[in-house]
Nanobody, 120 residues
Framework: QVHLVESGGGLVQAGDSLRLSCAASGPTLNSMAWFRQAPGKEREFVAAIRWSGGPPYYADFAKGHFTMSRDNAQNTVYLQMNSLKPEDTAVYYC???????????????WGQGTQVTVSS
């Protein structure tokens, strides 16, 4: 059983930055991803990374705006979010899965989510 715990969310103003963390415990699977879900919308892919190496993969809206990284020694992944906009307001979830994929169905384990609210 993989246990994921997100942290780092909060209330910020437009243009601010936040760094989300996701600490994993247990027998982690190869891929980690961030998804987000805004009120009334479906959960959407943000970024993914492999523990085994290689660059992250981003959704188009996240390119140049968000940076995903990993610390293998700490079993932790991060999502650095810069120049935040009100439309980035959502609950952000990290997920663990065996396949490197943009679809939420590919991920087996999920964290509880962390709220990010960006005021204008």
């Amino acid at each position: 059983q993989v246990h994921l715990v997100e942290s780092g969310g909060g209330l910020v103003q437009a243009g601010d930055s936040l760094r989300l963390s996701c600490a994993a415990s247990g027998p982690t699977l190869n891929s980690m991803a961030w998804f987000r879900q805004a009120p009334g919308k479906e959960r959407e892919f943000v970024a993914a990374i492999r523990w085994s190496g290689g660059p992250p993969y981003y959704a188009d809206f996240a390119k140049g705006h968000f940076t995903m990284s990993r610390d293998n020694a700490q079993n932790t992944v991060y999502l650095q979010m810069n120049s935040l906009k009100p439309e980035d307001t959502a609950v952000y979830y990290c997920a663990s899965g065996s396949r490197f994929n943009v679809y939420s169905s590919a991920y087996t384990y999920w964290g509880q989510g962390t709220q990010v609210t960006v005021s204008s």
